[in-house]
């Protein structure tokens, strides 16, 4: 798709009120392939504004109008399935199957759960002598990072127009593109204007410019935790409502009792999904010291089948990392492993083979990580797994629960009332048990440091309203 030269403010494409622009960048041939405003402060109070002018009017539309809407919404994203692959393969780096299957598939489907919920939800409810009414929070700030472009944007501005917010989305600078044909989508769906209101531009300038803007209400941000820390900083300060979905460093627990090979191929394949650029990957396995040895060999073959291969070719299974930063970060973590002492199963720091140009990672498989290590405490971001070792339950969930982080995680064991008192007892927001798969409804969000509030289904829509009771 080819880039606006200007934002999406008050229904109409506007200039921005400064010049600069921020390149966009093909990761695969490290080509630029666009560019779009970077936004300026006053940029931000345009968007503000029209965005608080349009409030009053969206939050009085009743529940099943702004349903049409949403549904709307949800069908102009459909149409443009192959369209919004294909960018966020450009943009971001991801194969054009996974973008098919995920980076499209998945936003439509939760715009159209909450073209379900804004009709269905009870928006009031009668407690003894009163009626409880949920009204919508106001105007949402809205700040999103490049890894799944499109569904985290979805994941904000969806429920927060079903709740009867207006929005001002500042995207990621990697991927605006697919946030310009998000605008579109919502311009094509016939939104009021001001209800949905586009600034691109760079974190530290129009982020920081939302983030701190006093007319926003709510600030909702997923990244990385140093930045989430600055914001609920500085909304906190203000009074305002404050959503976080950070980072993480999940375990992928594999119980003695559990389908190892089926366990290790999927725990592979979750980390190396999306180049491992994924908040709630299972970046530790977790298997018992009899075991082990098996597992290490398991993940060593499964890492073979990811060939680092160009995005674009239908059969690509691993494409790039987003940015030249990036690799340069995981490659980096990768070194630090190595001179840690982990036993390196797969892959290492050099460019795969053949791959010199674009940001690619070899796929790479440690063992013998201990808890202590930076690569089984830090978030790495790119095709790195972690194999550690346990004695006995208690020192699985020892390890498991041992990091700042509690975002996902996985349990496999010989039958599910097993793995589910496992994850009972686990400080994270989500486990997918023995196998279980990703569910659009299921709410989404960090135990600990991985944030606070949650994403999705009713959960997700409950963020952006705010109750009112009246005493008859
Ligand atoms: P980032 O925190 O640098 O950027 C995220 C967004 O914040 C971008 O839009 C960026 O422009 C903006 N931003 C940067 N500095 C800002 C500032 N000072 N004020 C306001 N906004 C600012 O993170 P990233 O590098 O884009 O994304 C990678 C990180 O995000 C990883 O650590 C990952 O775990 C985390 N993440 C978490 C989730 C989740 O749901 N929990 C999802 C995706 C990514």
């Not at 209400?217 to 930045?227: E, I, N, Y």
């Not at 975002?407 to 097993?418: I, K, N, Q, R």
Request: hydrophobic share 45%; glycine share 10%; charged share 20%.
């Amino acid at each position: 798709m080819k880039a606006h030269d200007g934002m999406y403010i008050d229904g109409a494409w506007r200039p921005s009120a400064g010049s600069d622009t921020i390149e966009v960048v093909n990761p695969a041939d490290e080509q630029v392939i666009g560019a779009v405003p970077a936004g300026t402060a006053e940029d931000v109070d345009a968007a503000v504004r029209a965005a608080r002018a349009a409030f009053p009017g969206w939050a009085a539309v009743p529940p099943a109008e702004r349903a049409a809407r949403l549904a709307a919404l949800r069908d102009a994203l459909a149409t443009r399935r192959e369209e919004i692959a294909e960018t966020v393969t450009a943009e971001l780096g991801a194969p054009l199957a996974f973008s098919r299957a995920v980076h499209a598939d998945v936003p439509i489907t939760v715009a159209g759960s909450y073209a379900e919920l804004a009709g269905s939800y009870a928006f009031e409810e009668k407690v003894g002598t009163s009626t409880v009414f949920q009204e919508p929070v106001g105007v949402v700030g809205a700040i999103t990072p490049w890894n799944y472009p499109l569904h985290q944007l979805v994941a904000k501005v969806a429920p927060a127009l079903a709740a009867g917010c207006t929005v001002v989305l500042k995207p990621a600078e990697d991927t605006p593109l697919v946030a310009q044909l998000f605008a579109e989508a919502v311009h094509t769906a016939g939104l009021p204007a001001g209800v949905f209101n586009l600034v691109t531009g760079l974190g530290p300038v129009a982020g920081q410019a939302l983030a701190a803007h006093e007319d926003v209400d709510l600030v909702s941000f997923t990244g990385s935790t140093a930045v989430g820390k600055r914001i609920g900083a500085v909304a906190g300060a203000a009074v305002k409502r404050v959503a976080l979905e950070l980072g993480g460093k999940s375990a992928n627990v594999i119980l003695p009792g559990a389908d190892l090979t089926k366990a290790v191929k999927i725990g592979v394949a979750n980390v190396f999904a999306n180049s491992g650029q994924t908040c709630s990957a299972w970046t530790r396995m977790l298997i018992d010291a009899d075991r082990y040895e098996e597992a290490v060999a398991l993940a060593g073959a499964a890492a073979k089948k990811y060939v680092p291969g160009d995005p674009h070719d239908e059969g690509a299974r691993l494409g790039p990392v987003v940015n030249a930063t990036q690799r340069d970060r995981v490659r980096g973590y990768i070194e630090r492993g190595v001179a840690e002492g982990a036993r390196l199963v797969a892959g290492g720091p050099q460019a795969p083979e053949g791959r010199e140009t674009g940001y690619y990672i070899a796929p790479t498989v440690f063992a013998d990580v201990t808890p202590e290590m930076a690569i089984a405490q830090e978030e790495i971001f790119g095709p790195v797994i972690c194999l550690m070792r346990y004695q006995d339950e208690d020192d699985a969930l020892r390890i498991a629960n041992g990091t700042v982080y509690g975002l996902a995680g996985a349990v496999w064991a010989e039958d599910d009332a097993t793995a589910v008192a496992f994850a009972r007892r686990m400080e994270t927001g989500q486990v997918d048990i023995n196998g279980g798969r990703f569910n659009p409804l299921a709410p989404f969000g960090g135990y600990k440091q991985s944030g606070v509030g949650r994403e999705l289904g009713a959960h997700g829509l409950v963020e952006y309203l705010q109750t009112k009771s009246l005493q008859f």
